[in-house]
Structures are given as C-alpha cells and as structure tokens.
C-alpha cells in the first residue's frame, strides 16, 4: 500500500502553489550583500532590504520589468527605493524573464566605490 501514498504525495507537491522566498540584502558604505541576486523566472519573492548609513537600492529595468503589487511599487521612486540609516523596506514581485538588471547606490559617488550590484533571472 505504498506506492498510492507516495504518488499522492507527489500529486500535492506538485499541485502546492509556489510559496514566496525571502531575499534578505544589506546596503553598507559600500556594498551590497550579496551583491548579486539570483532569482528564478515566475517565483515570487519578497526582498527585505536593510541600511546602514544612507544609501539607495537603484534598479530601474528590474522593478520595470517585475511585476509588483501596487503598495510596494509605491515605495520606489525614479527607479530607486532610498533607505535612511538602520531602515528597512520590504518589496514583494514575481521574478520576470530570464535575463540580467543592474543595481547600484545613486548617492554621489558610492557606486564608483563599489556599491553595485546585479539581479540575475534564470
Ligand atoms: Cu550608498
């Protein structure tokens, strides 16, 4: 009798709706961590970012190219999510298709000191 069990099993594996992962990433003088996002076509996520110091979570294409519930895309501006020392904002969206977005800090200078990153949809 268990072979029905372990095909019923599968069944619901397969049938369960893809649950949202949670992506945690820290803005710091001046990095990124981690610096590069990997995400997978169609899953749904929320992106928890955290700063300390001053700093902007900057990627135009992506937030573009996701789809995102109407309250999140409310917290970016000109392509830029702007976080205050020791904030935090929480962004959820399904990943788009498969390709590479770039992230980078707008504030002056941070991103040639290295404060940039990239999203990377398989
Ligand atoms: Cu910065």
């Known amino acids: 009798m268990k072979a029905p069990l372990l095909v019923l099993a599968l069944a619901l594996t397969a049938a369960a709706p893809a649950s ?10 001046f990095k990124f961590t981690p610096s590069t996002i990997a995400l ?9 970012l955290t700063s300390s110091g001053g700093h902007s979570f900057a990627a135009r294409d992506f937030f573009a190219a996701a789809a995102m519930p109407a309250a999140d895309r409310a917290k970016i501006r000109d392509g830029k999510v702007e976080l205050d020392s020791d904030t935090a904002v929480d962004l ?22 290295g404060m940039t990153g990239k999203f990377v949809v398989n």
């Open 20 to 29: 949202e992962q949670r992506i945690d990433v820290a803005l710091s003088n």
């Open 40 to 48: 997978v076509h169609g899953q749904r996520y929320v992106l928890h």
């Open 92 to 113: 959820h969206f399904t990943a788009p298709g498969a390709g590479t977005h770039p992230i980078k800090c707008t504030h002056l200078l941070h991103a040639s000191f």
